[in-house]
């Protein structure tokens, strides 16, 4: 996951920034990263985001576009431009103002993005928008079986309807020939991958955990599952330290990007500050997060974890 750096003054991107975490994320042996749209950027910034990660990508690394904005209009403009710049998929989001009424409208509005753009679509089910009001799957499964007939429709990202695995089993069941089944929530992949061969695992903040995921999920597909079930027990202080801070912001429809952006930051990643509306970080938060990742091992008992040294980041300007 690749959220934007700023400058001291957070009045344009920090490139030298953004480019180092690129490489930080290729380094860790990911497939590539989401392009985070939720940390302050107007659209031409995202689209400038979008240019320096893709330049410095290269061809055997894939971004992801968020298209998280306030208007469906903007959301379709990005996932056009993002086409030329060299982006790979889109993850569709809703916006606040979205507030639909049928599983008709939420279609409406899903296939607006996927008509826009050439780019392989992710669809996206997620218990933060809010349809749970109309259906407690989230996204109804009768939306992405309809959804899942345009031709760019490639793959599903399937968190909705907890607690259980009614909703991803349904997603299986009717969409399984036809999409990618994704489960972002890492946790689950041992059986998922056991079960259905789940070929693909994203997106979420899985750099908090170092190079652990991408290492023991190809580990999982090429059958060396001791070395696997071993990375995967190791990281466990981390993810149930992850968790318990997900916790803090349970509820809220969002995420807490700044949380995230630390987690990367202990790890190696650029880290600073992100733009105004955010949450913020506690003492408490970060301590139990850099305690977790000492603890398995994820960076050294003698990392730096100063809060202040992260708002900083490790290529000011």
């Excluded at 507030?99 to 050439?118: C, F, K, M, N, W």
């Excluded at 001791?226 to 990375?231: K, L, S, Y």
């Excluded at 992100?274 to 970060?286: D, F, H, I, W, Y």
């Amino acid at each position: 996951m690749l959220m934007p750096s700023f400058s001291a003054d957070f009045v344009s991107l920090n490139e030298g920034a953004i480019r180092h975490d690129v490489r930080r994320a290729k380094e860790l042996g990911f497939w590539g990263s989401l392009v985070v749209s939720e940390c302050g950027t107007t659209v031409p910034e995202y689209l400038e985001f979008m240019e320096i990660a893709a330049d410095e990508a290269g061809p055997d690394f894939h971004l992801v576009v968020q298209a998280s904005f306030d208007t469906l209009e903007q959301s379709t403009y990005v996932c056009k431009a993002s086409e030329s710049i060299g982006a790979s998929l889109v993850l569709p989001s809703y916006p606040v103002a979205f507030y639909p009424r049928t599983h008709e409208d939420i279609v409406g509005y899903t296939q607006e993005i996927l008509r826009s753009t050439a780019l392989g679509v992710v669809l996206f089910s997620v218990h933060q928008w809010g349809f749970g009001r109309i259906h407690p799957s989230d996204l109804h499964i009768d939306s992405i079986v309809e959804l899942a007939k345009e031709p760019n429709a490639v793959a599903v990202k399937a968190e909705g309807g907890p607690p259980g695995n009614g909703a991803i089993a349904e997603v299986l069941r009717r969409c399984g020939d036809d999409l990618l089944i994704s489960d972002p929530r890492e946790w689950n992949s041992p059986g998922w991958v056991s079960w259905f061969g789940m070929p693909w695992m994203g997106t979420s903040n899985f750099e908090c955990y170092g190079s652990a995921v991408p290492t023991y999920f190809q580990a999982m597909h090429e059958g060396r599952w001791e070395e696997a079930m071993e990375i995967y027990w190791r990281i466990h202080p981390v993810r149930q330290a992850r968790l318990k801070d997900m916790q803090s912001f349970a509820g809220s429809g969002t995420i807490n990007r700044l949380s995230w952006k630390y987690m990367s930051w202990l790890n190696g990643f650029n880290g600073g500050a992100v733009r105004m509306p955010s949450m913020r970080l506690n003492p408490e938060q970060a301590a139990g997060m850099a305690s977790a990742m000492k603890a398995a091992g994820v960076i050294a008992p003698d990392a730096e974890t100063d809060i202040g040294l992260f708002m900083t980041g490790r290529n000011p300007r």
